[in-house]
């Protein structure tokens, strides 16, 4: 055990906000998101048209998705990602990190930048 | 002298329990597809509508769509262990008594089904 | 009769543990401690483990019964017919046979300072008594029931990865305490609590939960310490403390 003046705050509230936010919106938003977009769109049950989707997604309504539907179930995903690996005994813990968190905040700023340029222009 | 065995890699197959957790691990594995299928959506919409046509042409590949349903199950299976998950690290309490779990739960398996009645509305047009 | 086998390890005998096997007659209330104390009084005196009470409260025989972290008097023979394997509890060093050296264990435990603190000066102290509602006692009793019997650290595998970890019981300890009406010591508590030895490196598993003997739930305890701390986390930082 480390004396108690050198013991050091984790930043891994942040991570586990972000991972808890997530996993929320991964149990909540996801399940209706996949039928919805990913098998009943492309089977041809529903149809959403270039015109309807534009002016669903390129609105406030299309940052909310982003956010529920892509940026905080990815942080969740780098989490949970980051963990496994450790549960794997793999022990490049700082790598895996930037990795892992990394992919999640790359991932999440080319979608809010595409809403950003739809949205704006 | 004592000895301490050392745990080895697969640990996690030694128990159910440990495999049930590997397994709620892994839901993000597919999670990860879907949201990349879902982010060249996103890029597709942004470039125009005859990639936003390709895109749609794409997710009906068989295997798109194997895995993206692999994706619904995990989702289901995370939210089963998410929702029970939940009133064990949030309890909530109302004076003296503590809020049962499966109010919770429920209240919980509720919102996804909002979610569904929501998108079905959303799409009701073309139903 | 049935098959139990031991993990013996008898370092001025051999350095490596080995598996000896045992055929011991039992009836509906024969307890796995009742099968060893057969082995150690009628076939071989030299076998080592702890014991104590007998009745699920001491917290001394915890051993692994075929690969689960249990309290040797609480589990009976008549449910391992099919043969049982006992080991001494999983992530801690043998120090012979059945007996591990819970030194780490306790040292977690220690380091959360699992005792009622508040400033009050004796005068006051014993002026006053400490009384508590149901309701504050409510809020920390299931967590009150813990017997540091260890078989939450042998069920869980983020501390057999890091033996840094505080661990359940060391954790749900801190909680318990910092829950307490009558307690002031959180601000003491929280440093250990914020660092990354603490219940950050909980992945909630949950088998601590389902091996206790006491339904204590520590993984509860442990994910409310996360809340707790990324509560801590932000009152400093608009406190511009961090």
Known sequence: MKPETELKRSAEPIWWALFSAGGVCFAVFIPAAIVFLAMLLPLGVVELTYTQAQSWYFSIWGLMFTGAVVVLPLFHAGHRFRHGLHDLKVQQHTLVKVLCYGFASALSLLCLGLWCIGYFN | ?127 | MINVKVARYLPEQSAAPFVQEFKVPYDASTSVLDALNYIKEELDPSLSFRWSCRMAICGSCGVMANGIPKLGCKVFLRDYEQGLLLEPLAHLPVERDLIVDMDAFLKHLEAVKPYLINNETTAVKSATTHQQTPAQLGKYKQFANCINCGLCYSACPQFGLNPEFLGPAAITLAHRYNLDSRDQGKAARMPLLNTAEGPWACTFVGFCSDVCPQQVDPAAAVNQSKVESAKDMLIQLFKGKL
């Open chain 2, 1 to 127: 002298m004592s000895y301490k065995p050392v745990l080895t890699r697969t640990w996690w197959l030694k128990h159910r329990a440990f495999k049930a957790y590997m397994l709620r691990e892994a839901t993000v594995l597919p999670l990860l597809f879907f949201l990349l299928t879902l982010c060249c959506g996103i890029y597709a919409l942004w470039q125009g509508p005859s990639q936003w046509q390709a895109w749609q042409i794409t997710m009906k590949h068989p295997a798109v769509l194997a895995i993206n349903s692999l994706a619904l199950v995990a989702s289901l299976y995370h939210a089963w262990t998410f929702f029970q998950l939940f009133p064990r690290v949030m309890p909530i309490r109302l004076g003296s008594k503590t809020l049962p779990a499966q109010v919770l739960i429920a209240g919980q398996w509720a919102g996804l089904v909002a979610v569904f009645v929501l998108f079905t509305w959303l799409f009701r047009g073309s139903l």
